[in-house]
């Protein structure tokens, strides 16, 4: 069992920035990878940024070159650096976590960026 706390969320004027962070429960060198998705309102839910334990991180098109994802595993705490906000990041970022066979998620983070 993972749980999993994000926080960082807020209102912000397009074009700065906010940092959000997810906490685990458990020792993130466990996980088979970590991310960050997002769900805007009527959309599905989408990946912004992967940071697997034994690859490459990934990234959503639409989010390259102005987010990044990064580790502290002693703090067993992922961050998704976001930069240059746009309105249309407007979401509830959630953290994802792959432990085993199971997927984790936490409760959700409001990001709202105004015009």
């Known amino acids: 069992q993972v749980q999993l706390v994000e926080s960082g969320g807020g209102q912000v004027q397009a074009g700065g920035s906010l940092r959000l962070s997810c906490a685990a429960s458990?020792?993130?060198?466990?996980?088979?990878?970590m991310g960050w998705y997002r769900q805007a309102p009527g959309k599905q839910r989408e990946l912004v940024a992967t940071?697997?334990?034994?690859?490459?991180?990934k990234y959503a098109n639409s989010v390259k070159g102005r987010f990044t994802i990064s580790r502290d595993n002693a703090k067993n705490t992922v961050y998704l650096q976001m930069n240059s906000l746009k309105p249309e990041d407007t979401a509830v970022y959630y953290c994802?976590?792959?432990?085993?066979?199971?997927?984790?998620w936490g409760q959700g983070t409001q990001v709202t960026v105004s015009s």
């Open positions: 940071i697997p334990t034994a690859a490459s991180t």
């Open positions: 458990r020792s993130i060198v466990s996980m088979n990878a």
């Open positions: 994802n976590a792959i432990f085993g066979w199971y997927d984790y």
